[in-house]
């Protein structure tokens, strides 16, 4: 769960969104995680453990967390749960952190 931010800092709600993003990125193995469930849309965990060096119990613990920021979905399925990139929130992000970038200077990034 992202932290909360004083009121005076806290910002818009869009920027607590992508403050909750960037911290579900912030570790390499969930990129590397959500970077497989975009390719392989829906996966299973199995899908993930085959591919990347984590043991099952940590690649469940990262996906919580990127379920948890919404960019991917849990579909239950017994005996297995899929899951799914939430395309739309990836594209929100995208277009806000390009246009935050390109704010930050002045809109001459190269």
Do not use: W
């Not at 909360?4 to 909750?20: D, N, V, Y």
């Not at 948890?68 to 849990?74: F, G, H, M, Q, Y």
Request: hydrophobic share 35%; glycine share 4%; net charge positive.
């Amino acid at each position: 769960m992202p932290q909360r931010l004083e009121p005076a800092i806290a910002g818009t709600s869009q920027t607590l969104r992508l403050a909750a993003v960037f911290a579900a990125l912030s570790n390499p193995a969930r990129i590397e995680i959500l970077r497989h469930v975009s390719r392989h849309n829906p996966c299973k965990c199995k899908d993930i453990t085959d591919v990347l060096p984590l043991a099952q119990s940590t690649v469940s613990q990262h996906l919580k967390v990127l379920v948890e920021a919404e960019l991917i979905s849990c579909e239950a399925r017994p005996p297995s749960s899929y899951y799914r990139v939430n395309e739309a929130l990836v594209r929100e992000v995208s277009d806000a952190t390009g246009n935050f970038l390109k704010g930050c200077c002045g809109g001459d990034c190269r």
